[in-house]
């Protein structure tokens, strides 16, 4: 019998090139979630991992030398906004306030790097949004996200992305989620 995890002894740190080794495991973990939840993870190729990785701009969690959870943050029209991206947790590790570790640890790296910048993320995920506004994030439409074109060309990996196309960017079944330093008051 499996024992349960706990998060205790988990590690949640800055990923940098050494951990390169896991870059396979964390696009492999997000594809299998993406196909068990059916809802829109935008993919990410494996060269784009790496950059973050090496650009200390991505967060990573192990129990151990054992994968338990990443998520990677990115700049966007010209460093006024910061998305904090890509979270996933292993099946096994989830439930016991992992992600929540993880989104904090991504937070605080974006808050550090780029401390006049708007942090914001879309999510499908009921359990995101409740962890988004804990930290201080406001629900927002997209007219209130970057409108650079390079942020919403990475949607179109998205299964949902022709409602986007649809709706001319105004709409989809991702909940905008903005944390804005001149307004809100971080968690």
């Not at 969690?61 to 959870?69: H, I, R, T, V, W």
């Not at 966007?76 to 989830?94: C, E, M, P, Q, T």
């Not at 989809?172 to 001149?182: A, R, S, V, Y």
Request: glycine letters at 8%; a positive charge.
């Amino acid at each position: 019998m499996e024992m349960e995890s706990t998060i205790d002894n988990i590690t949640v740190q800055i990923a940098d090139e050494k951990f390169l080794s896991y870059v396979d495991t964390i696009l492999t973990t997000i594809a299998d979630a993406a196909k068990v939840r059916g809802t829109g993870i935008a993919r990410r190729s494996p060269e784009y991992i790496v950059q973050k990785m090496k650009e200390g701009k991505a967060i990573i969690a192990l129990d151990g030398e054992n994968f338990a959870g990443f998520c990677y943050i990115e700049t966007w029209g010209n460093k006024k906004f910061v998305a904090n991206s890509g979270l996933i947790v292993v099946d096994k590790y989830r439930g016991n306030g992992l992600a929540k570790k993880i989104k904090k640890k991504a937070f605080e790296l974006s808050r550090e790097r780029y401390p006049n910048a708007k942090i914001f993320g879309l999510t499908t995920g009921l359990a995101v949004m409740k962890i988004n506004s804990e930290l201080g994030y406001k629900p927002v439409t997209f007219s209130e996200l970057t409108d650079d074109e390079a942020f919403w060309k990475g949607c179109e990996s998205c299964v949902n992305y022709d409602i986007l196309q649809r709706t001319n960017r105004k709409h989809c079944l991702c909940t905008g989620m903005l944390f804005d330093p001149e307004k809100d008051e971080a968690k």
